[in-house]
């Protein structure tokens, strides 16, 4: 089951509203990624694909969300706060005992490795500290992970971006899940920048196996960096109305572009020094060398020397002086 469109006269914030989730031959994509600022409707069109699925909202005569089904149809949200710890720890020693059972060659010892090592492998890729131990061999059988220095740590132990990955990956890879819609609402929650920027493929690749659809919302640059071209859709609020922005070249661009062109980021830098930097180039474009250099020493007092805007500041303050 995958969605190829919606068309929604009115659902919360969303007013007349279209999105497609196709490529530029009109297949229907694996993977969509819905990006934009605070209230642009990331999370409403989440929540609008569910209540529809559930039959939770009624549609216009002119409203759809065309479903392609294919088998049996089943939709997996996760929402920024779901509490999935339980049902994860109750997954993840299922899977291990499916281990044993499957492999009755192998020993306890060995088929526990195997187990360990296959979750493990879906981080691949991310400079994590902590990976994923076992079972504890005790009645309360606890699942287990390993610092960097081998020591034992609980589930509720791990920092809160190492919970919010190991639960959500973890649910979707014992999930199963075959021809279903995955949505993830905030994939970036707590993690770090270096995690956000691998977080997609990693969930992509859980998915992609299934035959499954998933469906991202995210504001987090390195995702949006990080989504293949045709798969990016940018909300851009106009007043009252959102509408939909396709991305021709966004895959692997720099987070300052991301940030400026794509989500409309006013200030890089904090404001102060924003305007300090920008009132300091419009001196020194006009060949006004006396106020550029008040306001640089004043900058030169706060930032690096080796600073983009003051390196090449000085760079240019040098051409004008050789004119001179």
Known sequence: MKIEKIKITNYKVLQN???????NEGEILDIIVIAGINGSGKTTILELIQDSFNSKFRFNNNDFINFSMKDFKKLIYFRVFDKQKEKVIFQIKNFIDMIKDNNEELTIREANQKATDDINSLFNGLDLKTKFKGISKDINREILFENDINNNIKLEELSSGE??????????KMMDLKNCVIL???PETSLHPNWQNQILKIYQNISKDGNNQLIIATHSPQIISSTPNQSLRILIKDGKNIEVKNIDKSYGVE???VLQDLMGTKYLR???IAKDIKEMWNYLNIEDL???EII????????DLNDKDLLLSRLKKAKILSKR
């Open 296 to 303: 640089y020493n004043k900058l030169e007092n706060i930032l």
């Open 290 to 292: 006396e106020n550029f």
């Open 270 to 272: 904090t404001p102060k």
């Open 184 to 186: 993830i609402d905030e």
């Open 17 to 23: 509203f279209e999105i497609d989730f196709c490529d």
């Open 255 to 257: 987070i300052e572009e």
């Open 163 to 172: 919970q919010q990955l190991f639960i959500r990956a973890l649910s979707l």
